[in-house]
């Protein structure tokens, strides 16, 4: 009995430890994958803090700052151009849209709003939005196309601003006052990267909002948020749409925020719709801190980063892993290609290295 009772126990200690083996080359086998994913450090130093990004293909890269910066590389990131755009030297251009290695758009954010255009790779600059009004203050710009555009703005006198273009950005259509969404008392926008306000098909476009009231509005809709709010550090900072047939309502809608003066706390920092805005789900495990941009790297992949670090998602927003505590305000993928280039504070520039 006493020998059964020993090959027993020795069979339930070698299955002990083929389990752990196989456990183990488990761990070897995915511990790769995810530590593949870093961030790789292309420039910096430069004395401007960088929101605007736009990364026209592989290869070129257009961002634009404070201190009346733009930066272009036309090689992947290896070289960089770094412009002082004339008589702007002391405005901080929060936005970008570029269309290919000569043509782009540039966003000043505040008394007076400016919108620059230039055809040239950046040698010259023409004004094509000037607005003087008392409190005017531009977040965000989004093109569905070469032609279609959108530019937003903080509330004035509690309508938030929007103005269009149908010719490529060369001229500027402010919407009727009477057409504006209404915003709350306390309610504005965050010009953190430039991804508050993005296209959700063909005419279509979406907006978030921030501060004592967090909301998306789409047309009509004004949808409320289950992102922290309440305080004027706090609300959605960036939205980002995926399209997906399979959903109800056809789009994938992911938004973070958080409070940006607490910057390491994950409070209520994401929230998740599948069904056309309809219910809400909040992340398993979410971004590790307040956040100002997210993107859509495929279908089911994310990348969102902040002040406190950058994640990566593998699941479509329900679970986030943090892959590197650097700082940075932006993150885009190409429009054409697959490489996603970051941008932040003291000119850095970085790459996502899968």
Same mark, same amino acid.
């Given at each position: 009995?006493?020998?059964?009772?020993?090959?027993?126990?020795?069979?339930?200690?070698?299955?002990?430890?083929?389990?752990?083996?196989?456990?183990?080359? @488990?761990?070897?086998?995915?511990?790769?994958?995810?530590?593949?994913?870093?961030?790789?450090?292309?420039?910096?130093?430069?004395?401007?803090?960088?929101?605007?990004?736009?990364?026209?293909?592989?290869?070129?890269?257009?961002?634009?700052?404070?201190?009346?910066?733009?930066?272009?590389?036309?090689?992947?990131?290896?070289?960089?151009?770094?412009?002082?755009?004339?008589?702007?030297?002391?405005?901080?251009?929060?936005?970008?849209?570029?269309?290919?290695?000569? =043509?782009?758009?540039?966003?000043?954010?505040?008394?007076?709003?400016?919108?620059?255009?230039?055809?040239?790779?950046?040698?010259?600059?023409?004004?094509?939005?000037?607005?003087?009004?008392?409190?005017?203050?531009?977040?965000?710009?989004?093109?569905?196309?070469?032609?279609?555009?959108?530019? @937003?703005?903080?509330?004035?006198?509690?309508?938030?601003?929007?103005?269009?273009?149908?010719?490529?950005?060369?001229?500027?259509?402010?919407?009727?006052?009477?057409?504006?969404?209404?915003?709350?008392?306390?309610?504005?926008?965050?010009?953190?990267?430039?991804?508050?306000?993005?296209?959700?098909?063909?005419?279509?476009?979406?907006?978030?909002?921030?501060?004592?009231?967090?909301?998306?509005?789409?047309?009509?809709?004004?949808?409320?948020?289950?992102?922290?709010?309440?305080?004027?550090?706090?609300?959605?900072?960036?939205?980002?749409?995926?399209?997906?047939?399979?959903?109800?309502?056809?789009?994938?809608?992911?938004?973070?925020?958080?409070?940006?003066?607490?910057?390491?706390?994950?409070?209520?920092?994401?929230?998740?719709?599948?069904?056309?805005?309809? =219910?809400?789900?909040?992340?398993?495990?979410?971004?590790?801190?307040?956040?100002?941009?997210?993107?859509?790297?495929?279908?089911?992949?994310?990348?969102?980063?902040?002040?406190?670090?950058?994640?990566?998602?593998?699941?479509?927003?329900?679970?986030?892993?943090?892959?590197?505590?650097?700082?940075?305000?932006?993150?885009?993928?190409?429009?054409?290609?697959?490489?996603?280039?970051?941008?932040?504070?003291?000119?850095?520039?970085?790459? @996502?290295? @899968?």
């Amino acid at each position: 009995m006493q020998k059964i009772k020993l090959i027993k126990r020795n069979k339930n200690i070698a299955l002990l430890h083929k389990s752990i083996t196989i456990y183990f080359f @488990l761990i070897i086998a995915v511990s790769p994958r995810l530590s593949a994913q870093k961030i790789s450090i292309l420039t910096s130093g430069t004395k401007t803090s960088i929101r605007g990004l736009s990364v026209v293909s592989d290869k070129i890269i257009w961002a634009s700052g404070s201190n009346g910066t733009v930066a272009k590389s036309i090689d992947g990131g290896k070289t960089w151009q770094w412009i002082t755009v004339k008589n702007f030297e002391k405005r901080d251009f929060r936005d970008i849209e570029a269309f290919d290695k000569n =043509t782009a758009i540039i966003m000043a954010i505040s008394e007076p709003a400016n919108i620059l255009k230039t055809t040239d790779g950046g040698k010259t600059w023409k004004t094509v939005f000037t607005d003087s009004t008392k409190g005017m203050f531009l977040d965000a710009m989004e093109f569905w196309n070469r032609d279609s555009g959108i530019v @937003l703005g903080d509330p004035i006198n509690g309508k938030f601003f929007i103005a269009r273009s149908f010719d490529g950005g060369n001229n500027w259509q402010k919407i009727p006052v009477d057409k504006l969404p209404t915003a709350d008392s306390g309610e504005a926008c965050f010009a953190s990267s430039g991804t508050n306000v993005r296209k959700l098909d063909r005419q279509e476009a979406c907006f978030i909002s921030g501060g004592l009231r967090s909301r998306l509005f789409i047309r009509d809709q004004k949808i409320d948020l289950p992102i922290i709010q309440g305080k004027q550090t706090t609300g959605a900072n960036s939205v980002a749409v995926s399209d997906n047939k399979k959903l109800k309502g056809g789009h994938h809608i992911i938004v973070v925020g958080g409070d940006f003066s607490n910057d390491t706390s994950s409070e209520k920092n994401c929230a998740i719709t599948n069904d056309a805005c309809k =219910t809400w789900i909040v992340p398993l495990t979410p971004p590790h801190g307040y956040r100002s941009c997210v993107e859509f790297i495929a279908q089911q992949k994310l990348i969102c980063c902040g002040t406190s670090g950058v994640d990566i998602s593998n699941d479509s927003g329900m679970n986030w892993q943090l892959i590197s505590k650097e700082s940075f305000h932006v993150c885009r993928k190409a429009k054409k290609g697959k490489t996603v280039f970051l941008a932040g504070g003291n000119g850095k520039i970085a790459k @996502l290295v @899968l």
